[in-house]
C-alpha cells in the first residue's frame, strides 16, 4: 500500500508541475493538481487559416511534376492512337483529381506514395470506363479511356516512384511517456527510414527528459504548447502521437487545433502498430471511433492463388536456369573434392522438417568445423554466417555473392516444401532458441527469398530481421510478393549483406 500511495503522490506531482509550467508558477498546488478540465478555459486555440490561406496551401502542395508528366503522357498517347476527345478528357480530369488524393492519404511517407498512386488510378480507372459505357455505350471509347488510363497509369506511378525516391525520409516529432517516445524513435533510427526532429517526453520532469533523450541524439520539447513553435522552427511534416495516460484526448485536439495553422500533419500511433494498413478498417461503435481489424496471414483466395503462382512459376524457373545450374555443378565439381548439390534439413511450415536442396559452396567437411568457428558468429542471430568464412570454396564464394547457390531450392518450390516469398528455412537448433513471438515465422512455409532479404540481409539486427519476417506472417498479400520478388533483383545485383 505504501508503494501505491508513492506512486500516486508521484503522479500528482507531474500533473501539478504541467500544469504549472503550462500557466505560471504562481498557480497553486491545489489548482495545478485539479483536473485538466478545470484548466481547460485558458487554453486559446490559435486562429484557423482563412479559406484563401488554405486555397494558396493547397495549390503549393499539388505533386505538380507528377500531374505534368502523366497529363503529357496521356496527350500524346491521345494523338497517337487517334483517341476520342471524350476518353481523353475523362483519363485528364481522373488524374487531376485522383494522383492529389492518392498522395495526400499516403501522408508523407515516400515509399507510400507510387503505390496509393497506382491504386487510386487503377480504380479510378475502372469506375471512369463503367461510367462511359453508361453514359457513351461505344466500344472504342472504352478502348480509348482504357489505353490512356494505362498510360496515365504507368507514368503517374513511375513519375510518383522516382520523386519518392529522391524526397528525404519523413521529418517527425514524436510525442508520449518517455518510455513510448525513446522506443520509437530507436525503431526509426535503426531501420533509417524516418528522421526524428524532436521529443516530447510528457509524465516526468524536463531534466529526466532531456538526460533520456540526450543520449538518443534528440533534442527534447519542453511542453505541448511548444510543440508547435518548434515546428515553425524546424520543419516537420508529421507530429507522431503515442497516447495514454499522458496524453489525453483533450491534448490530441489542442494539439490538431493549433497545427491547423501549419504545414505540419498529426499522427496518432495505436494499438495496432504491427498491423498493415489493409488489415484495419476505421469505424465507429457506440459512437466511439475504432479499428477493425482482419484476421493475419492474408485471405484464403491469397493462399491457393500463392500456391498455385508458386509452383507454376518454379516449375518454369527450373528449366529456364537448368544450363547455369549445370554450368555451376561442372564448376563446384572441378573446384573441390564432393557433390554439387549440397542437403540440408531445415524447419519448414508449422515446425515439420524438410530437405533443402543448395549448390554446394563449401567443403565437405563444414558441419564438423562449424563447432570450432561457433564464437566468430558475424551474422544477426537467425543463421550463422561468417565474412571470411575458411570452409567456403573458391567458386562457392562467387555461387554466395550472386546468390546462385539458392537456385536448386526451386526444386523445394515445385515439392510444396518452400515457397518463392517467405522467411528463410532455419535450422532446427536455431528454431529451439526462437521465443515464442519468433516462432511465427513458422506459421507459413519457408521461401527462397524474403523480406528481410531484401532490406539488408546479415546487416540487419536479429530483432529487425524477425521484425520482418512476423510482419510478413501476419500482413502478407499478393502485392508484397511480388514488390519482394522485384526487390530481390536489385539486392541480388548489389551483393548488399551476402556473405
Known sequence: ???????????????????????????????????????????????????????????????????????????????????????????????????????????????????????????????????????????AVLDDTLVLGGASLVVAT????????????????????????????????????????????????????????????????????????????????????????????????????????????????????????????????????????AAPGGSTTYALAKTVADRVLAAALVVAVSPVLLVAALAIRLDSAGPALFRQVRVGRDGVPFTMYKLRTMTTEAEHLRAELEGQDDGNGVLFKLHRDPRVTRVGRLLRSSSLDELPQLLNVVLGEMSLVGPRPALPQEVACFTEGERRRLAVKPGITGLWQVSGRSLLSRERSMRLDTGYVDNGRAVADISILLRTVTAVASRRGAF
Open 158 to 293: 513511375g513519375a510518383a516512384a522516382l520523386g519518392a525516391r529522391r524526397a528525404h525520409p519523413p521529418r517527425v516529432l514524436v510525442v508520449g511517456d518517455l518510455p513510448q517516445v525513446r522506443g520509437m524513435i530507436a525503431r526509426w533510427i535503426d531501420d533509417g527510414s524516418v528522421r526524428v526532429v524532436g521529443g516530447l517526453a510528457l509524465g516526468t520532469t524536463p531534466e529526466c527528459a532531456a538526460a533520456g533523450l540526450g543520449d538518443l541524439g534528440i533534442a527534447a520539447i519542453g511542453t505541448l504548447d511548444d510543440v508547435v513553435e518548434h515546428v515553425r522552427r524546424h520543419p516537420t511534416d508529421l507530429v507522431v502521437v503515442a497516447p495514454g495516460v499522458v496524453v489525453t484526448p483533450d491534448d490530441l485536439r489542442r494539439l490538431s487545433w493549433n497545427l491547423q495553422a501549419t504545414e505540419t500533419r498529426l499522427a496518432v500511433v495505436s494499438a495496432t502498430d504491427d498491423v498493415a494498413p489493409h488489415r484495419i478498417v476505421v469505424t465507429a461503435v457506440g459512437g466511439s471511433t475504432v479499428e477493425l481489424v
Open 1 to 139: 500500500m505504501a508503494q501505491m500511495f508513492d506512486v500516486s503522490e508521484h503522479h500528482a506531482h507531474f500533473v501539478a508541475q504541467r500544469a504549472r509550467t503550462a500557466h505560471g508558477p504562481d498557480v497553486p498546488l491545489e489548482l495545478a493538481a485539479a483536473p485538466r478540465l478545470a484548466a481547460a478555459p485558458r487554453f486559446a486555440p490559435a486562429p484557423a487559416p482563412r479559406l484563401g490561406a488554405r486555397i494558396t496551401r493547397s495549390v503549393l502542395r499539388l505533386p505538380w511534376v507528377t500531374l505534368l508528366v502523366s497529363s503529357l503522357a496521356v496527350l500524346l498517347t491521345a494523338v497517337a492512337v487517334g483517341a476520342d476527345v471524350r476518353a481523353a478528357l475523362g483519363v485528364l480530369a481522373l488524374t487531376w483529381v485522383q494522383v492529389p488524393a492518392a498522395q495526400h492519404r499516403s501522408g508523407p511517407a515516400p515509399a507510400a506514395v507510387s503505390a496509393a498512386t497506382a491504386r487510386h488510378l487503377a480504380l479510378g480507372t475502372a469506375v471512369l470506363v463503367v461510367a462511359l459505357h453508361l453514359l457513351a455505350g461505344a466500344s
